[in-house]
């Protein structure tokens, strides 16, 4: 198996790359990832694992892999997560063995990742592609957030709470190469694609 530098110097040849998408929760990058993955023939999604529970409109394997807290810790001391990160309360981290593989095999590897994450992929992976989507303004995220119905009111609060220190580290930290606002969510894959494609 590659290791990560190693994976990076091919990201940095064209024959693959690693695409992190973050952004404050409510700001599309669901749905941008999902339209990422049917307009790009060459893409493919990193399913990550979480200690969080099961959300609706969720399958297990496709969206996450759901597991326990003590195999999550088990794994992340094994070494098996490129990255990893405690997120309102859960873990959350991109197993590394996929996505070194799909890099080796030339795919574009497409993961959802918080901000947290992002600053770790920049420091291994610093050929990787790291953009970081914006809300077109906290109305606009409010409002995504409540339409989802699908957390509660106090989870809601909390990840709302969390979108402008997630803002500022991404600013701050220099870690992500491009920002994007979605506010026209076909607009937005558009310029993604352009980013990935020239990257
Ligand atoms: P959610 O619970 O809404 O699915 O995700 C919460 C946050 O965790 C989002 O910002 C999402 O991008 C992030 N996330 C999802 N998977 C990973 C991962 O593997 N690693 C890290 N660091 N964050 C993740």
Redesign the pocket.
Known sequence: MLSSSQSDQKAATGQGNLVVI?GP?GTG?TSICNLLLERLPNAVWSV?A?T?PLRGGEAEGSSYEYIAPDDFERRRANGEFL???E?CGHW???PVAPVKRWIDDGKIVIT???V??GVQIAKHMPNSCRIFVLPPDFESLKARLEGRKTESADIMARRLQKADGEIAIARDSGCYQHFVTNDVLDDTVDEIIGIITKS
């Open positions: 973050s929760s990058k990550s979480t969080r990255e990893s990160a997120y959350y981290g991109t959802e990742i918080d947290q994450g």
